[in-house]
């Protein structure tokens, strides 16, 4: 018997149209994923699809509960929250902690990193580890590890601190080998640190002695390797920066000619640049300089790879600063002069270097720095500051309580987020945008503080009851 049904045409058709559909479905469902991924979202009120934004929340500690423009979130940080585009409002709570809240604006398609909420406890636990007679210069290590200590001037005798042990750092005496440094009969020495290696291994030293000053590179694991630079290799530095983590190689300017020196190899370049009043130094073989005034003018501009170019050109009326950084993998170049920032991107390039932002501050810019990651550019007078955030194009002016002790001195990026100043006696953290802002302990205004790697212990110096100066520590969190 002959079935009845349908003809292989209509089949073929019932087909195509079958497979046309789920096409057509799979088509529309991965487009709407990739616009959701790319922070569109339909809009009921307006019936709109418009683009926002995609926040990253972290906090340290951990396990803050999030509050974003009054709604609860359901989780704690780290997390993250796609959002309308602008102006939103977010505070963490974290139980036994000062709440931490920021304003901030968002644009379309913005990923915007809230990842560096720092919580505060409400009771702050600050003791002394160990008391000084005195202590007129210390510095720590860029790892956070170490931290050197000198407590008299005149005397060739550092304190190296072991702060890797949570519980209970480790001070040894480092003594400089005789005939490492210059020594006349009846004259005084005056010794100053300088810097570390990025190593964290090698601390530069100057030393000054009548009419003779000279550097020293002192190695944390072996004392008696202490190099005299000048001796060594003849010169005599107005300035002199380690290059890199080898401990012999260095970037020195003398009589307005910057060079590149190796104390290993006992060698001295050409001079790279000439006629250069000062010179900034990023990582191994990057540099910053402004040269000195020739018919009223000063240029500014840039080594890379000993290639020098030529940045900008300004009238002499100023004092001109500079400082440069890199950020995810471009060049970025900052010049203050009076009260203005100009930010370039790209400096070592002719063909795509170009001017990115230009700023003015309240007042006569004294100091000029970026951040450690790159991204801030801030500039200031004493505990006043520009910041100018190279990311999200935006600019803040900050005057924070106290007076500085030094005008010029810039303050001191704890991290890449926050920094710390001192002024009146109290050691304050602030964010890059003033926001957040806590007094943590009492210190010394002038000397440098720390984290410990884990960032659970900061590290400063305050002035004891009797009179001598204390290393003293504040646990930063609850639980330590």
């Known amino acids: 018997m002959q079935q009845h049904g349908q003809s292989p045409r209509k089949r073929k058709l019932v087909l195509y149209f079958t497979y046309g559909l789920m096409t057509a479905a799979v088509a529309l469902i991965s487009t709407i994923c990739i ?4 922070g569109y979202r339909f809009d009921l009120k307006n019936g709109d699809v418009e683009q926002g934004s995609l926040l990253q929340f972290r906090s340290f500690p951990a396990g803050a509960t999030i509050t974003l423009d009054q709604e609860v979130m359901s989780f704690v940080t780290p997390g993250k929250k796609n959002v309308a585009v602008g102006k939103h409002n977010v505070n963490m709570r974290l139980d036994g902690y000062h709440q931490w809240q920021k304003d901030f604006t968002v644009k379309p398609s913005e990923l915007r ?29 860029p790892d956070k590890k170490w931290m050197l200590m000198l407590q008299h001037a005149d005397r060739a005798e550092f304190t190296l601190v072991d702060l890797r042990d949570q519980d209970k750092p480790v001070f040894s005496e480092l003594r400089l080998p005789a005939g490492s440094y210059t020594t006349r009969e009846g004259q005084k020495h005056a010794f100053r640190l300088v810097e570390w290696d990025f190593g964290a291994r090698y601390i530069l030293v100057k030393h000054v002695i009548g009419d003779t000053t000279e550097y020293l590179r002192i190695d944390r694991t072996d004392v008696a390797n202490t190099v005299n630079i000048s001796t060594q290799l003849g010169v005599t530095p107005d300035d002199i920066h380690f290059s890199g983590t080898s401990g012999t190689v260095y970037y020195a300017l003398e009589k307005g000619l910057l060079r590149k020196l190796d104390s290993g190899a006992g060698t001295i370049s050409e001079p790279i640049v000439r006629d250069v009043a000062s010179f900034r130094i990023y990582k191994t073989n990057t540099l910053g300089y402004v040269k000195m005034a020739v018919e009223n003018k000063v240029g500014v501009g840039i080594v890379v790879n000993n290639n020098a170019k030529r940045v900008a050109t300004y009238d002499s009326t100023l004092p001109v600063l500079i400082d440069l ?19 370039f991107k790209d400096p070592e390039s002719d063909n795509n270097r170009r001017k990115i932002a230009a700023h003015v501050s309240p007042s006569a810019i004294a100091w000029l720095r970026f951040g450690n990651s790159g991204r801030f550019v801030v500039s200031g ?6 910041t100018y955030d190279i990311e999200t194009d935006e600019k803040f ?41 806590h007094v943590i302990a009492s210190a010394l205004p002038g000397y440098a503080v720390t984290l410990n790697e ?20 504040t646990k930063m969190t609850t639980n330590d």
């Not at 616009?35 to 790319?38: A, E, I, S």
């Not at 884990?454 to 520590?473: D, F, H, I, M, P």
Request: glycine share 6%; proline share 4%.
């Open 397 to 437: 002016d900050v005057n924070l309580p106290g007076t500085a002790l030094e005008a010029t001195k810039p303050l001191q990026w704890l991290d890449d987020y926050y920094m710390v100043s001192a002024a009146d006696n109290d050691l304050r953290l602030t964010e890059f945008d003033g926001g957040n802002q």
């Open 454 to 473: 884990n960032g659970r212990l900061l590290y400063s110096l305050t002035k004891t009851q009797s009179g001598t100066t204390a290393l003293q520590v």
């Open 325 to 343: 950084n890199e950020y995810f993998n471009d060049y970025y170049f900052a010049v203050a002069r009076g009260n203005s920032v100009e930010v």
């Open 35 to 38: 616009l959701l991924v790319l």
């Open 113 to 141: 990193w809230l990842n560096y909420a720092r919580m505060i406890p409400t009771n702050l636990r600050t003791s002394v580890v160990k008391e000084f007679p005195s202590v007129v210069d210390e510095l720590p290590s």
């Open 381 to 386: 007078n004493g505990s006043q500051f520009m």
